[in-house]
T-cell receptor, first 119, second 115 residues
Framework: AQKITQTQPGMFVQEKEAVTLDCTYD???????LFWYKQPSSGEMIFLIY??????QNATEGRYSLNFQKARKSANLVISASQLGDSAMYFC????????????????FGQGTILTVHP | DTEVTQTPKHLVMGMTNKKSLKCEQH?????MYWYKQKAKKPPELMFV???????INESVPSRFSPECPNSSLLNLHLHALQPEDSALYLC??????????????FGSGTQLSVL
C-alpha cells in the first residue's frame, strides 16, 4: 500500500488564484512528520513547509499553508496568490518516527503533482 | 541559489565508461544522501552517509559506488552502467539531528544519460 498518495497528477490555476494540492498518508506511528517540496524544471528539490504530527496549529510559510487533518490523514498544501514561478512539480513526503531505528534520510515521497500557473 | 552544489549538471556516458558525480555542501551538515529520480517520478533513496560513514545502502547495484572523502564532499562513482540507469541524480544534505522534522537540502542534480 502507498504510504503517501497524491491523487492529482496535474493541476491548473490562474495567476493570483489560490490552489490546493492534495496529499493523504498512511502510517501507524503516532510520531511522524510531513513535508512538501517543490521541484521546478531546473531539478532542485526546494523545501516548502513542514507539519509535525503533534503540532496543534496548521503550518504556514508565507504564501504556503498546510491544511492538516489528522483524523483524515491528509496534509494538503494550499498556495495562495499563485505566481507564474509556482509552476513546478510538488511532492508530499513523510518521515515516520520508527523508520528502521533511524529518523533521518528515510523520506517517503508521493508521486507528485505538476502545477501549471496560467497568466 | 542552492547551497548544495552538484557537478556536472549533465553527463553522457557509454556503458563501458567510468565517471564520477560530485556533490559539495558547506553548511556543516553531517548527513549526505544520493537519490535517483526518473522523469516525472519521485526521488528514490540510494545511499546515506552519516559522519562520513555509509549508514544506508538501499540495495543499490555495485556499478554505483559512493564515497564520502570528508564531511563536505560526496562522490558517486559510476562504472558499467546500463541505459536504464539514465536519470536525474540528486544529492542532499541534512544536519543529522536525528529528529522527525529534519529537512533535507537538495542540489540541482546531475542529469545522466547512458548510451
Amino acid at each position: 500500500a502507498q504510504k503517501i498518495t497524491q491523487t492529482q497528477p496535474g493541476m491548473f490555476v490562474q495567476e493570483k488564484e489560490a490552489v490546493t494540492l492534495d496529499c493523504t498518508y498512511d502510517t501507524s506511528d503516532q510520531s511522524y512528520g510531513l513535508f512538501w517540496y517543490k521541484q521546478p524544471s531546473s531539478g532542485e528539490m526546494i523545501f516548502l513547509i513542514y507539519q509535525g504530527s503533534y503540532d496543534e496549529q496548521n503550518a504556514t510559510e508565507g504564501r504556503y499553508s498546510l491544511n492538516f487533518q489528522k483524523a483524515r490523514k491528509s496534509a494538503n498544501l494550499v498556495i495562495s496568490a499563485s505566481q507564474l514561478g509556482d509552476s513546478a512539480m510538488y511532492f508530499c513526503a513523510m518521515r515516520e518516527g520508527n523508520a528502521g531505528g533511524t529518523s533521518y534520510g528515510k523520506l517517503t515521497f508521493g508521486q507528485g503533482t505538476i502545477l501549471t500557473v496560467h497568466p | 541559489d542552492t547551497e548544495v552544489t552538484q557537478t556536472p549538471k549533465h553527463l553522457v556516458m557509454g556503458m563501458t565508461n567510468k565517471k564520477s558525480l560530485k556533490c559539495e555542501q558547506h553548511m556543516g551538515h553531517r548527513a549526505m544522501y544520493w537519490y535517483k529520480q526518473k522523469a516525472k517520478k519521485p526521488p528514490e533513496l540510494m545511499f546515506v552517509y552519516s559522519y562520513e560513514k555509509l549508514s544506508i545502502n538501499e540495495s543499490v547495484p555495485s556499478r554505483f559506488s559512493p564515497e564520502c572523502p570528508n564531511s563536505s564532499l560526496l562522490n558517486l562513482h559510476l562504472h558499467a552502467l546500463q541505459p536504464e540507469d539514465s536519470a536525474l541524480y540528486l544529492c542532499a544534505s541534512s544536519q543529522l539531528r536525528s529528529q522527525i522534522n529534519e529537512k533535507l537540502f537538495f542540489g540541482s542534480g546531475t542529469q545522466l544519460s547512458v548510451l
